[in-house]
């Protein structure tokens, strides 16, 4: 049984202990961030969506400019983690890196130095609510690593770390033009008029694999949930959840979709939407481990 307190290691084909020296010291992943990632939940020992969070792992890896990562031998690596893991296990996380690389921001050329892989596995935290706040900073929906999951996550934690300030566990940002955009690790809908919406994705937010399957499984049990239009939530849609208008909601994988019950330190109302939608897919997900 795996202690809970520290995460299980695969790496370059075997589990490995907490302290072993795996990723050398010019690893383009720790000295530029040149590197992406998945998180999926671990739901009665298998990872969750594993083969969506696989096809977006290549998919962010491409965008980097990065070789297609060996699917097989990831499968390999969550197989291990999983094999070892103990009930406490909640979360998996897959990260490949460019591999080695010099000190600055070039690299060395593609397919002559071998990527660097790791999967790990360990404890998820999970609440049944969120609190969330508005934080000062944007998304650039026009970055040329928009929609990229890539390791560089210093703008969340920066983020993340103002929301726990404020006694909250999620930060929510807009994009540069004023649009609502989403969390730190969440997407967020917006419950309305009858209806959830979510940005769109041409607004910089990460194609959640959560925020998918909300919208796949919404459309097939009549749940109204859809992208938004153009200009239809800015940022200033967040005065209407204050004022008891509107309804929040977050999706991501670990959190799952929960409903907002805090936004700028205030208590929100949970709305019947964004219940039933927290309930549909708390069902859904235990019936279909790899939708
Ligand atoms: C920036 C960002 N947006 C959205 C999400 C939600 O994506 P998913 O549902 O695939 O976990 C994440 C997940 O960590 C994220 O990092």
Not at 230 to 258: C, I, K, Q
């Amino acid at each position: 049984m795996s202690d809970p307190t520290t995460p299980l290691i695969w790496f370059d084909g075997s589990l490995r202990a907490p302290d072993d020296p795996l990723v050398t010291a010019v690893d383009h992943g720790l000295t530029v961030g040149d590197g992406v990632f998945e998180t999926c939940s671990v739901v009665r020992g298998e990872a969750f969506a594993l083969t969506r969070h696989l096809r977006r792992l290549t998919r962010s890896a491409r965008g980097l400019g990065l070789e297609d990562p060996d699917e097989a031998a990831i499968r390999a690596g969550v197989a291990a983690v999983l094999a070892a893991s103990g009930p406490d296990v909640g979360r998996l996380r897959i990260t490949l890196t460019a591999g080695p690389g010099p000190l600055g921001s070039h690299r060395f050329t593609a397919g002559l130095v071998p990527q660097t892989v790791v999967v790990l596995a360990g404890p998820a935290t999970r609440s049944d609510v969120a609190r969330a706040v508005r934080v000062p900073w944007v998304r650039n929906e026009r970055s040329a690593v928009a929609g990229l999951k890539t390791t560089s996550y210093a703008e969340n934690v920066v983020a993340l770390a103002e929301a726990a300030r404020h006694g909250a566990d999620e930060a929510l940002l807009a994009n540069t033009v004023g649009e609502l955009c989403e969390g730190t690790g969440s997407n967020v809908f917006v419950e309305r008029d009858g209806e959830l919406v979510t940005p769109a994705l041409s607004g910089g937010c990460l194609a959640g694999i959560t925020r998918e399957l909300l919208l796949e499984w919404g459309a097939e049990t009549g749940l109204p949930v859809r992208e938004a239009r153009p200009g239809e939530l800015p940022l200033s849609v967040l005065d209407d959840v204050l004022a008891g208008g509107a309804h929040l909601l977050l999706s991501g994988s670990v959190r799952n979709v929960v409903p907002v019950v805090q936004l700028d330190g205030h208590d929100v109302a949970v709305g019947p939407l964004c219940a039933a939608a927290r309930d549909l897919f708390e069902s859904r997900m235990v019936e279909h481990l790899d939708p």
